[in-house]
């Protein structure tokens, strides 16, 4: 079984979550490789439901040991409150199952609250942030102003380098928003709460990725958010802070030296979005309200009523080519079953014209969407489990899908559960 990594190829949301549960079965390994605790992967399975914003997603999977690398943005208080939901559950968490990166980054305190000021600074203009830390986090990061995981095995260097980084982040927090800064005190009191927790969980998971590879063992890469979101190729400022593509996949694991075999992306059956920005396709009032109802689309982190809309072809194949991905999950498509006629975004009108390229994030919102509508199904799918099963009408949407985005839909999910896929 070669190296695969599952990534968004859209806004985030897409139902990777529940893809890589139902994937990791046939891996070894499976590494988170950016992102932090801002978005949810919703996972259904023998153990209940979870909303899991940190740990990887084989986590429920006995004898897959599960990895958070490099790129992530490491939220130790989220990660441990989540441990203990999902242990909760009768899940075994331990440090034969769970490995954090040395070199992954400390999310501290600090960035949870400049996230919040900041967006309180920016008032009606705020990015929509989910206030998780996440922009601050990488921006320190980037400013090699961050403590490393590794760094809590080493406490009287942890001491000295944190001193160092309090008194440089009080400036900002007490000169420039006027906030409360924080003290050694405190700092220590979080790493005796939070960091200390982990200090077993904590290796060269570099390492543990070579030895495996050269093992002949199997690596699932898990993305967080999409392609659209992508810090460098997404919908910049409305992005995350961190690469979610799967050509970062390598570095953001500790393994930089993998090869991906398969890249797959998951698109959902139409479109949502969470927080601000552009989102071409946008359906509003009693239209709208059906289709999130329907899907039940209300955000795993925040609760937040998601944007939709009908499936937008033109930023989806983009999501598809910075995702380089090598076949497609499409996910909920029984949720379009009470509709009529299918409405899809074929193209996009912009500056008078017709066109198929995503345009660059200045001029996006001007584009128009060009909808077309394919027949409906009008049945229940959710048991189907056979392509052969589906209705003609489902085929039909789904080649016309596949052609206009130019890549093979190889998994058709028609339930959150994880039997209720369909493998072509
Ligand atoms: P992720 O962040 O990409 O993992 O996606 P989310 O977890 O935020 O959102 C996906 C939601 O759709 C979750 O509530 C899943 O349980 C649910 N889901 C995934 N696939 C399907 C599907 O095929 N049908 C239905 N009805 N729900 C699905």
Same mark, same amino acid.
Do not use: F, P, V
């Given at each position: 079984m070669p190296n695969c990594a599952i990534v968004g190829i859209n806004w985030g949301d897409e139902g990777k979550g529940r893809m890589v549960d139902l994937i990791a079965q046939d891996y070894d390994i499976v590494v988170r490789y950016q992102g932090g605790g801002n978005a949810g992967h919703t996972v259904i399975n023998e153990y209940g439901k979870f909303a899991l914003h940190l740990l990887p997603s084989g986590i429920f999977r006995k004898g897959v040991v599960n990895i958070l690398g490099n790129g992530v943005a490491l939220d130790l208080e989220n990660l441990l409150k989540e441990m203990e939901t999902v242990r909760a559950k009768g899940v075994a968490i331990t440090p034969e199952n769970l490995k954090l990166s040395d070199r992954a980054s400390l999310l501290l305190p600090w960035h949870r609250d400049l996230d919040a000021l900041e967006e309180m600074r920016l008032a009606d203009k705020k990015y929509g942030s989910t206030r998780q830390g996440i922009a601050p986090f990488y921006s320190d990061k980037y400013q090699k102003k961050t403590i490393l995981a590794g760094e809590l095995l080493h406490p009287a260097h942890l001491k000295e380098h944190l001193a160092q980084l309090l008194e440089w982040k009080n400036l900002t927090l007490t000169r420039v928003y006027g906030a409360p800064g924080y003290t050694m005190a405190q700092l220590d009191d979080w790493v005796e709460r939070y960091g200390n927790a982990f200090r077993d969980y904590i290796c060269d998971t570099g390492a543990v990725l070579r030895s495996a590879s050269q093992n002949g063992k199997n690596i699932l890469f898990e993305a967080q958010l999409g392609a659209l979101r992508d810090l460098d190729y997404g919908i910049c400022p409305y992005t995350t802070s961190s690469n979610a593509i799967a050509a970062y996949a390598p570095v953001g694991s500790g393994f930089p030296g993998a090869k991906l075999d398969k890249v797959v992306g998951v698109v959902k059956a139409y479109s949502t979005c969470v927080g601000e920005g552009p989102f071409t396709c946008e359906w509003f009032g009693e239209e709208a309200e059906a289709l999130r109802q329907a899907g039940g689309? +209300?955000?795993?982190?925040?609760g937040r009523p998601r944007r939709v809309g009908p499936v937008d072809l033109v930023a989806t194949r983009y999501g598809v080519q910075v995702q380089a991905a090598t076949s497609i999950a499409l996910t909920k *498509?029984?949720? *379009?079953? +009470?509709?009529d006629q299918i409405p899809v975004c074929s193209h996009y009108l912009l500056d008078g014209s017709i066109t198929d390229e995503f345009p660059f994030p200045a001029a996006l919102p001007d584009a128009k969407p060009v909808i077309e509508y394919l027949p409906g199904w009008k049945c229940d799918i959710s048991a189907v489990r056979t392509w052969d099963a589906l209705p003609k009408e489902a085929h039909a949407y789904v080649e016309y899908i596949e052609a206009k985005i130019g890549c093979r839909i190889q998994y058709v999910s028609v339930g959150p559960d994880r039997d209720s896929i369909i493998i072509r």
């Open positions: 689309e +209300y955000g795993a982190k925040t *498509l029984d949720i *379009l079953s +009470y509709m």
